[in-house]
C-alpha cells in the first residue's frame, strides 16, 4: 500500500475511533493525514471510500490473526492459539475492530468488495473447523464456526464497552479461552 494511502487510513482510523464515523469528513482527515482534499480523492472516493478500505483493512487483519501457517491438529490448544490472536488483534485495532462489528452509523454500508472480504475472513475459521469435522455438511461446520466466532467476539464486546465499567477485571483473556476451549470440548465430546 502506498505511503500516502496508508497515512490517509491510519488519520482516519485515529478519527474514528476518537469520534466515529461523524468525525470522519474529508477535511478532518486531510488534515490529520497532513495531506490535501484532492491526495484523499485521488485514492479513494471520499468517505465512503475510506469507510470502505477501513473496513476491508479491519477484516483482513482478522483474517491474518486467524490464519496458522504451520500444519497443525485442531485442538483444544489450537483454539486457545486462534482466541489469544483474535483478541489480540481486537485489543491492538480497536478502531477498525469497532468499525466491522457495527459502530458505524446507517450512513455507512459496507461496498459488496467489503462485505467480500468479511465472508472470506469468516471461511478462515470455517476451514479450521471443517478440518476437526470433516464429515459435517458444510452448514453445520459453519454453525459451529458462528458459534466459536460469538464466545470470542462477546468476550471482546465485553471487554471494549462493560469491563470498564466493573473496574478492574482480571485474566478476561483467559477466560475467553477458558469458554472457547470448553465449547470446542463439549462439541468434540458430542460428536464422539
Known amino acids: 500500500m502506498a ?5 490517509i487510513l491510519e488519520a482516519a482510523s485515529k478519527l474514528f475511533f476518537e469520534g466515529g464515523t461523524q468525525a470522519l469528513s474529508v477535511r478532518a482527515i486531510s488534515k490529520q493525514a497532513g495531506v490535501s482534499t484532492i491526495g484523499i480523492y485521488s485514492h479513494f472516493d471520499g468517505k ?3 469507510l470502505d478500505a477501513l473496513y476491508i483493512r479491519g477484516f483482513e487483519l482478522v483474517a491474518e490473526a486467524m490464519t496458522l ?4 491438529d485442531l485442538s483444544s490448544e489450537t483454539v486457545a492459539v486462534l482466541v489469544r490472536r483474535y483478541l489480540k488483534n481486537a485489543i491492538e485495532n480497536e478502531a477498525y ?3 466491522i462489528f457495527g459502530d458505524h452509523s446507517a450512513e455507512y454500508q459496507p461496498s459488496n468488495e467489503a462485505k467480500d472480504v468479511a465472508i472470506s475472513a469468516f471461511s478462515i ?3 479450521h473447523v471443517t478440518k476437526l469435522f470433516p464429515n459435517n455438511t458444510d452448514q453445520q461446520n459453519r454453525e459451529i ?5 460469538s464466545i470470542t467476539h462477546g468476550f471482546v464486546s465485553l471487554r ?8 478492574d477485571v482480571n485474566n478476561w483473556e483467559d477466560k475467553a479461552v477458558d469458554a472457547a476451549q470448553t465449547f470446542f470440548e463439549a462439541l468434540v465430546a458430542k460428536r464422539s
Do not use: R
Open 3 to 7: 505511503d500516502a494511502k496508508l497515512k
Open 48 to 50: 465512503q471510500g475510506i
Open 69 to 72: 501457517e504451520e500444519e497443525y
Open 97 to 99: 475492530y469497532k468499525l
Open 125 to 127: 475459521l470455517v476451514k
Open 145 to 149: 464456526a458462528i458459534e466459536i466466532w
Open 160 to 167: 471494549h464497552h462493560v469491563y470498564p465499567l466493573l473496574g
